[in-house]
């Protein structure tokens, strides 16, 4: 059984970037209610800019891989659904598991508690995987688009049409309409991802030809990131929670040109710990907000909660880790990758349905 290290780089450096923004969010903040900045304001820029591609990646991947395995194999539609269904179990599991550490769990109606399930509000970090689950149901259809459309340009047209009614819908239904929708701001990424993953050989041909210009673009995009950052808050008088971070444009060019980076530097990363880090990913990404929770309240108790730059280095290394050995553990237990899903699947072969977890 073959697996891409590549994919695996990728989510290890990603889901290491989605610690350091939820760590950015808690500790950075020195009080989260009026949004305080403890460090200066153009550390927290960089950081949070520098982070962005985090969640996106994920979703770019998630396309990439999905076109890969089924890319010349016979498609049942039923069989796809029924495989891509087995993340709703840790998903659920985790969810009840934060609404009782929230203490919302006891008082909680049936209506509140399936509303909870469908948008992924139990917790704040939960909507990914209902939004994963609703590209895994449109996966056919972007299947189909990117097998009959060869050639890359249209991609263009399909970012700013996404971008444009991605806006239009923000304001023509309610917010809480929209916490159902969160998919309208990932549509392009995974759509780009499924054009990838269906064309990879020729990709990697055009990435090693223009590898300086995507470098180019990169920096490129990242300066206007920080920049329009800057401008938002030091200008427009904006808060950190109203400036759009991983759902903007520029964020969607930024997270492909990452993707296409590591893509070209595989062959060099040599890192084990960093592939096992993307293999567990899922399970990381469901546990690490409970361990951080934790080292919060404890860091508290010890009046150590105004971190500076080397505490927050600490809380990450240690929240990291944590929630690696947890999901490395419970992969070894039986039925324990029903709590946070496999992490020795093959990449690029189909794999039976009954062995999958995650995506």
């Known amino acids: 059984m073959i697996r891409l290290k590549e994919f695996d ?8 970037a989605v610690i350091m923004i939820h760590i950015g969010a808690g500790i950075l903040l020195v009080e989260p209610s009026t949004h305080t900045l403890k460090v200066p304001m153009s550390t927290f820029f960089v950081y949070h800019q520098l982070t962005g591609f985090a969640v996106s990646a994920f979703i770019t991947c998630s396309g990439i891989l999905l076109c890969m395995r089924y890319k010349d194999k016979q498609f049942n539609y039923l069989n796809f659904v029924g495989s891509r269904s087995l993340i709703l179990i840790p998903y659920v599991i985790w969810s009840l598991i934060y609404l009782e550490y929230t203490g919302k769990l006891a008082g909680i109606s049936k209506a509140d508690l399936f509303t909870a399930l ?22 056919p259809l972007f299947r189909f688009v990117v097998r009959k459309i060869k050639t890359p340009w249209w991609l263009v047209l399909a970012l700013v049409l ?3 009614f991605q806006i239009r819908l923000q304001n023509a239904v309610s917010k809480e309409v929209l916490d159902f929708f969160q998919v309208r701001f990932f549509l392009f990424l995974f759509l780009a991802g499924c054009y990838i993953g269906q064309y990879y050989d020729e990709f ?7 590898i300086n210009a995507i470098i180019g673009l990169l920096g490129t995009v990242l300066l206007f990131k920080i920049c329009v950052f800057y401008y938002t808050a030091l200008v427009l008088k904006k808060t950190v929670t109203e400036i759009p971070q991983t ?32 293999a567990n990913s899922f399970g990381i990404y469901l546990s690490h907000p409970l361990i951080l929770k ?37 992969n070894r237990v039986p039925l324990g990758y029903l709590l946070i899903g496999r992490n020795d699947r093959p990449i690029n072969i189909p794999f039976p349905a009954q062995k999958s977890a995650s995506g």
């Open 118 to 139: 469908g948008n992924g509000s139990a917790y704040w970090h939960l909507y990914f995987i209902p939004l994963v689950y609703c590209l895994y149901l449109l996966f």
């Open 162 to 164: 996404q971008h444009y």
């Open 247 to 278: 759902v903007t444009f520029e964020n969607k060019l930024y997270t492909l040109c990452i993707i296409v980076l590591f893509i070209y530097l595989a062959p060099h990363l040599k890192s084990s710990l960093l592939g096992r880090f993307g």
């Open 204 to 210: 990697k041909v055009f990435i090693n030809k223009y």
């Open 9 to 16: 780089n990728i989510r290890g450096i990603a889901i290491i």
């Open 294 to 330: 934790i080292l919060y309240a404890f860091f508290k108790e010890l009046n150590l909660i105004n971190l500076r730059s080397e505490g927050a280095f600490a809380v990450l290394v240690i929240t990291l880790f944590a929630s690696y050995l947890l999901t490395e553990g419970l």
